[in-house]
Every structure is written in structure tokens, then in C-alpha cells.
């Protein structure tokens, strides 16, 4: 066994996050400490501060005396990370813009294309937080930021669902794609609608699916 302080609960954070990416835990699948703490070869310590912060972000919820479960997906859910995530983008563009560099518009443009182009819902995931992590940096909006990326990190059981939706590169939205090549024009307002047109209509297909399932479900 690891020593316990080998191990950090942000570790154990960062690991459960990767199983819930790579689709190990998947949403409605009971987390038990014990089973964590043998999986992640740790103490159970900081399996139970590490669950304890993964549920307080909305990513697991707690079961009583099971342990947690990966939050199930929800179409109100999205709906309203959506409509907040939308809110706090608005706010940082225009600030942002004045003080990125070319490097900056190349670099979140080629993490744009690794979001379409991957198979990897880790990959997607780290690449969309590393787009949005330039952008609102640039801002100087630290509070924004924080806000922006932990709803990134509730999204984390959704990005399994979004590969599946998706299932190749043809057929992905190109939000952040469409953004960034009318936002480093100057074009801040066009480059909001621009991706707020797309991502809305990904959030859409969301919600039809997630709707359909539990309706399956409800004829079972």
C-alpha cells in the first residue's frame, strides 16, 4: 500500500475523473471507498475528502452508507450549465481580447481542432479547459474563471456521452472552430453568436437524447 500522504485527495480527484472519462464509471454507478482505495492502491482517507470534493463540485452525489455515485445526466442540468456558462463567456471576451497574442489565437485554434478531431473524451475534456483556461487568464477575471472552470469540471460525466452522440469528427459541433477564427478578428460579438448558435443546438441534442432514454426506460 502507497503511504497515504503519497497521495493526495487532488490526486484521487484527478484519477476518478480520468475512470469517469475513460468511461470506467460510468453516471448512476455506485463509488464504494473501500473498492477506490484498492483500485488507487491509497489509504481510504483521502478516497473519502477526494469523494467529499467530487460531490460538493456536482459530479457524484452522495448514497447513504453506499458510499457516492456518479451523478446521473441530466437535460435540466445541462440546460442550466448552459445558459451560466454562456453568461460568465460573454463577460470575458471583450477583456480578453486586447491582451492575447497571435501564439494565443494559434494555439487555442489547433485545441479547437484536437476537440473535433479526437476519439478521447480525456482528450476533449483537458483540451476544452485549456481553450477557455487562455481565454479567461487573458481576461484578468479570476473569480470568472474559477466559476467557468469548475462547471467544466461538473461536465465531466457528460464528455463519454458527447463521443457517443458524436460518434466521428464529421458530425461534431465546431463551436470553439467558429469562434476563434471571428473572435481573433476583432469580431467579439459575432464570435459569441457564432458559438452560441452551435453550442446551443449541441445542448439541444443533448437534451432530445437524454429525453428519449429516460422515456425508454419508462416503457421497460
Not at 72 to 88: F, G, K, V
Not at 101 to 115: E, G, S
Request: net charge negative; proline share 6%; with cysteine.
Amino acid at each position: 500500500m502507497v503511504d497515504e500522504n503519497s497521495k493526495t485527495p487532488d490526486k484521487v480527484i484527478n484519477e476518478i475523473r480520468a475512470a469517469i472519462l475513460d468511461g470506467i464509471y460510468e453516471p448512476g454507478e455506485r463509488l464504494m471507498e473501500a473498492d477506490l482505495a484498492a483500485r488507487f492502491k491509497v489509504s481510504r482517507s483521502p478516497v473519502r475528502e477526494a469523494l467529499q470534493a467530487l460531490e460538493s463540485e456536482g459530479t457524484l452525489v452522495a448514497v447513504p452508507y453506499s458510499g457516492a455515485m456518479v451523478r446521473p445526466l441530466s437535460p435540466a442540468e445541462i440546460d442550466e450549465i448552459a445558459e451560466i456558462r454562456l453568461t460568465l463567456i460573454s463577460l470575458v471576451l471583450k477583456p480578453a481580447h486586447h491582451y492575447l497574442a497571435p501564439a494565443d489565437f494559434d494555439l487555442a485554434y489547433d485545441l479547437a481542432k484536437r476537440i473535433t478531431r479526437t476519439k478521447s473524451a480525456r482528450e476533449a475534456f483537458e483540451c476544452t479547459r485549456h481553450f477557455w483556461d487562455i481565454i479567461f487568464k487573458k481576461a484578468e477575471r479570476p473569480i470568472l474563471g474559477e466559476m467557468f472552470r469548475k462547471l467544466n469540471d461538473r461536465m465531466t460525466r457528460y464528455y463519454p456521452f458527447l463521443l457517443e452522440l458524436y460518434p466521428t469528427p464529421e458530425s461534431r459541433p465546431r463551436q470553439h472552430e467558429a469562434m476563434i477564427e471571428i473572435y481573433r478578428k476583432g469580431k467579439i460579438d459575432e464570435a459569441l453568436r457564432g458559438f452560441k448558435k452551435i453550442y446551443l443546438e449541441m445542448v439541444d441534442d443533448i437534451v432530445d437524447h437524454l429525453d428519449a432514454q429516460e422515456s425508454a426506460k419508462s416503457f421497460d
